[in-house]
Every structure is written in C-alpha cells, then in structure tokens.
Nanobody, 124 residues
Framework: QVQLVESGGGLVQAGGSLRLSCAASGRTFSRYTMGWFRQAPGQEREFVAGISWSGSTIDYVDSVKGRFTISRDNAKNTVYLQMNSLKPEDTAVYYC?????????????????WGQGTQVTVSS
C-alpha cells in the first residue's frame, strides 16, 4: 500500500515556474514506477510524465517536452515535477500516481495508487 501526497501547486504567470512534489508513504517506494497526470476542467485526465524506479527511464507527453522535468529521490520517498515556461494551457489539477510494474506507461488504468491532486493555474 502506498499513500501519495502532492504539494507545490499554485497560481503563476505565463512563463513562470513551479515545482511539484509528491511524498509517498511506505518502505517500498523505490520499487514503484511513478507518474504525473493532469486534468483540466471538462477534459480527461492525461499523462504528463513518468519515471522508472531507478530513474533510468523517463517519458513525457509531447506538449511538455523541453519544459518539464520529472525526477525522484528514493531516499526521501519523493518524486518531483519541475515545470518551467508555463503556459495557460498547463492549467489543471496535477496528480501523482504509482504503479508496481517496472515499465513507464502512459495509461491511467495501469497506475494503482493516486494522490489527491494539487491545483496549478497559469494566468496569461
């Protein structure tokens, strides 16, 4: 069982930066592949970024490549999402997710555990 708690969301102007954090409970955090998803009002929850347990495999949705960076610190049971050059279309609730499989996947149903989400709002 893994419990996830996101933090770091907020209101930022276009072009600004935010860093989201996701703190995980449990001693087996390092065994989980981690992902960040986001959901804008009226839209489906979409994959944003994922990272394997070792950090050796990383994937991003095309719309954030070059702007967002996912990383993890297994000693701190925490995964991060550094978001730079933010755009109004990045506005959404951002969710942290964990899956017990080794592969970084983009499908929501493949993730077993979810956080409560943190709001990110980018003003133009």
């Amino acid at each position: 069982q893994v419990q996830l708690v996101e933090s770091g969301g907020g209101l930022v102007q276009a072009g600004g930066s935010l860093r989201l954090s996701c703190a995980a409970s449990g001693r087996t955090f390092s065994r989980y592949t981690m992902g960040w998803f986001r959901q804008a009002p009226g839209q489906e929850r979409e994959f944003v970024a994922g990272i394997s347990w070792s950090g050796s495999t990383i994937d991003y949705v095309d719309s954030v490549k070059g702007r967002f960076t996912i990383s993890r610190d297994n000693a701190k049971n925490t995964v991060y999402l550094q978001m730079n050059s933010l755009k109004p279309e990045d506005t959404a609730v951002y969710y942290c997710a964990a899956r017990s499989g080794m592969a970084v996947v983009t499908t929501r149903r493949e993730y077993n555990y979810w956080g409560q989400g943190t709001q990110v709002t980018v003003s133009s």
